[in-house]
């Protein structure tokens, strides 16, 4: 893969660009594999980023992001656009239309877009939109104005990814669950694994799930939820693994609402950044047969973002 490089915007202090030369997986992925959650950063000569964003990357261009896809193993993506690009989609549906087909992609998008922009976002894959209520990367967007842009999307079919801290749940509980759409949790609802799995707040999450069968989860980004290590580096075969019992329950209690996603290029990382190989190795430890792996890796997505070819 070429070197990250950044463009006419300046870093944010301490950024950790991704991962250059990551190792082969020792894993081998199911044909078909999907990387249900990734990003690409401008470049920002190109698209720039938004003025109210909260955070300035470096570039992740989409060639470099299908380069670690052929390298990992992984057939498709699922470009998910990034807080520093804001409602501005364009580098996200250019990554789509130079995908040959082989990316979907979830837009922001604010209460003003046209009826028109939709359907030309369709066009280009877009298949879902992201509702973000993490307060370091987002200033709230009005609940009357996200309930007006779910209707609007379910009519096209799409579904609502949402982004929140394990401890947000209980307020949002109620205005995830009146959404009319599928809902699909980014990250396992960011649970605190330095708590016990089997503790109130682990145990809600469970619940909003067990209660609710149109809530999905990706259980990614172990790498920004360890607490204990070790990291995906150096070799490392059973890294994260705080966070491993964590995603390895929501797998084996919930097989066919699951998705997985490198997360790739891991905006806002402090501690370390990734051997992308490696964090695909952890893989194999919260699906832990081939079933489950297939559920996983390929039928699940491809249930959500490609049902024409299922
Ligand atoms: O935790 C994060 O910092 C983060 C940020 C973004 C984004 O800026 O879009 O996306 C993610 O999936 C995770």
């Given at each position: 893969?070429?070197?990250p490089?950044?463009g006419?915007?300046?870093?944010?202090?301490g950024?950790?660009d991704?991962?250059?030369?990551?190792?082969?997986?020792?894993?081998?992925?199911?044909?078909?594999?999907?990387?249900?959650?990734?990003?690409?950063?401008g470049p920002g000569?190109e698209?720039?980023?938004a003025p109210?964003?909260k955070?300035?990357p470096?570039?992740?261009?989409r060639?470099?992001?299908?380069?670690l896809?052929?390298?990992l193993?992984f057939?498709?993506?699922?470009?998910?656009q990034?807080?520093?690009?804001?409602?501005d989609?364009r580098?996200?549906?250019?990554?789509?239309?130079?995908?040959?087909g082989k990316?979907?992609?979830?837009?922001t998008?604010?209460?003003g877009?046209?009826?028109?922009?939709?359907?030309t976002m369709?066009a280009?894959?877009v298949?879902?939109?992201?509702?973000?209520?993490?307060?370091?990367?987002v200033?709230?967007?009005?609940?009357?104005?996200?309930n007006?842009?779910?209707?609007?999307i379910?009519?096209?079919?799409?579904?609502?990814?949402?982004?929140?801290?394990?401890?947000d749940?209980?307020?949002?509980?109620?205005?995830?669950?009146?959404?009319?759409?599928?809902?699909v949790?980014d990250?396992?609802?960011?649970?605190?694994?330095s708590k016990?799995?089997?503790?109130p707040e682990?145990?809600?999450?469970l619940?909003f799930?067990?209660e609710?069968?149109?809530?999905w989860?990706?259980?990614?980004?172990?790498?920004?939820l360890?607490?204990s290590?070790?990291?995906?580096?150096?070799g490392?075969?059973?890294?994260?693994?705080d966070?491993?019992?964590?995603?390895r329950?929501?797998?084996?209690?919930?097989p066919?609402?699951?998705?997985?996603?490198t997360d790739?290029?891991?905006?806002?990382?402090?501690?370390?950044?990734?051997?992308?190989?490696?964090?695909v190795?952890v893989?194999?430890?919260?699906?832990?047969?081939p079933?489950?792996q297939?559920k996983l890796?390929v039928?699940?997505?491809?249930?959500?973002?490609?049902?024409e070819?299922?």
């Amino acid at each position: 893969m070429s070197k990250p490089v950044t463009g006419p915007f300046e870093k944010t202090p301490g950024w950790l660009d991704w991962y250059t030369g990551p190792s082969t997986p020792r894993f081998k992925l199911p044909t078909g594999a999907v990387d249900a959650h990734c990003h690409v950063f401008g470049p920002g000569g190109e698209y720039p980023y938004a003025p109210e964003r909260k955070y300035t990357p470096c570039d992740a261009s989409r060639a470099q992001l299908y380069a670690l896809r052929d390298h990992l193993g992984f057939s498709r993506s699922v470009v998910v656009q990034a807080t520093c690009h804001g409602a501005d989609n364009r580098a996200m549906i250019d990554a789509l239309l130079h995908s040959d087909g082989k990316a979907r992609g979830v837009a922001t998008i604010r209460r003003g877009v046209s009826d028109a922009a939709l359907a030309t976002m369709h066009a280009a894959g877009v298949r879902g939109v992201r509702f973000n209520f993490v307060r370091r990367l987002v200033d709230f967007t009005p609940k009357d104005e996200l309930n007006e842009i779910a209707a609007r999307i379910a009519r096209l079919g799409w579904h609502v990814v949402i982004y929140f801290e394990a401890v947000d749940l209980p307020e949002l509980r109620d205005f995830f669950t009146a959404l009319p759409t599928t809902i699909v949790v980014d990250h396992m609802g960011r649970p605190d694994v330095s708590k016990p799995i089997d503790g109130p707040e682990f145990e809600l999450f469970l619940r909003f799930m067990r209660e609710h069968a149109n809530v999905w989860c990706k259980v990614s980004c172990p790498e920004r939820l360890s607490v204990s290590g070790p990291p995906a580096l150096h070799g490392e075969q059973n890294a994260y693994r705080d966070v491993v019992p964590f995603a390895r329950r929501i797998v084996e209690t919930f097989p066919d609402r699951v998705l997985w996603g490198t997360d790739w290029p891991h905006p806002n990382l402090t501690g370390h950044m990734p051997d992308d190989g490696l964090l695909v190795d952890v893989i194999p430890h919260i699906a832990v047969t081939p079933d489950l792996q297939q559920k996983l890796l390929v039928d699940n997505p491809m249930r959500l973002y490609w049902p024409e070819e299922c």
